[in-house]
């Protein structure tokens, strides 16, 4: 019986023309496993891994760990730290509990601080007390100012008070006032009322608008009435217009209306047409 040789040799030459279709099949789940070891997921088969990917997956683990580390995580295991970053973690949790302490953070630890550092931080803290002093904010402690810094608070909030009662805003006390302050102040409300009255906005005061500013105050209501008419707005008061204003605007709703009911779009209201106009629509062959 003869054997056919042809037939036997070509399967290897077959199962190597799928053996890359295979590794091809497989790569993507190893690469997940992969990714999956390397941020410490539970889907993460450690058996799957080759020695190189054993290796990075080991080095990512400890990146990670250093990371909590820096980050003052309770998952940080200080005992996988090597020398070098332990020592640098405590340099960097010294700068942290600086900075802590210079910004007057809660989580500052002034036993931690070298004297110089200490005194830095109590600068920053009187630095920080005279800034709440004079702003009237944060937990201001007069008693730790000197005679020089209390005069310059009283003179911040003395100019702060009489900013927030010219532009109606933050805490104004009247009764702090000097009297040129009283004479700004009651200028920038007038002020102020006159704008209001002339954009329209609810706190507008006309009794206190000069003739002058009344009549501003009237011509600007006029024109937004105006504008609203044009653009057919339900606010228009027809009744408000001058003769010539309601006749410009009859004029330009006709034309309107015409071009509508010509060209057959936007809203035609045959009834309005002239005798001409009407005519000058109708089909073709009528």
């Known amino acids: 019986m003869k054997v056919n040789l042809r037939k036997y040799c070509w399967l290897p030459v077959a199962y190597l023309s799928l053996w890359p279709a295979l590794v091809f099949a497989q790569s993507p789940d190893l690469s997940q496993n992969l990714e999956a070891c390397k941020a410490g997921r539970e889907t993460c088969d450690r058996s799957k891994l080759s020695a190189p990917q054993a290796s990075q997956v080991a080095f990512a683990a400890h990146q990670h760990n250093v ?33 802590d302490c210079n910004q007057g953070i809660s989580s500052c630890d002034p036993s ?9 931080s109590s600068a ?82 006309p009794t206190n608008l000069t003739p ?13 009435n105006l504008a609203a008419c044009k653009e057919g707005q339900e606010t228009c008061d027809y009744t408000k217009l001058t003769a010539p204003e309601t006749k410009t605007l009859a004029d330009a709703e006709h034309k309107r209306n015409y071009a509508a009911c010509l060209r057959g779009y936007g809203y ?15 089909p073709k062959g009528h």
């Open 67 to 99: 990371a909590n580390c820096r980050n003052g995580y309770p998952s940080c295991d200080h005992s996988k730290l090597t020398e070098p970053e332990t020592t640098a973690l405590a340099v960097a949790n010294h700068q942290r509990n600086v900075s």
């Open 268 to 282: 035609c209201d045959s009834s309005r047409l002239t005798v001409d106009e009407a005519h000058s629509i109708q």
């Open 124 to 205: 920053a803290e009187h630095k920080r007390n005279i800034a709440d002093c004079k702003d009237g904010v944060g937990s201001c402690d007069p008693s730790k100012l000197s005679p020089s810094e209390a005069s310059a608070v009283a003179a911040a909030r003395q100019q702060l008070n009489a900013s927030d009662c010219k532009n109606a805003t933050g805490l104004c006390n009247p009764s702090q006032l000097t009297s040129s302050e009283t004479k700004d102040v009651t200028a920038a409300e007038h002020q102020r009322n006159a704008q209001n009255c002339q954009n329209g906005w609810d706190e507008c005061d």
């Open 212 to 224: 002058l500013e009344a009549r501003q105050t009237a011509n600007s209501e006029h024109q937004r």
């Open 112 to 120: 931690k601080l070298t004297p110089a550092e200490e005194q830095d």
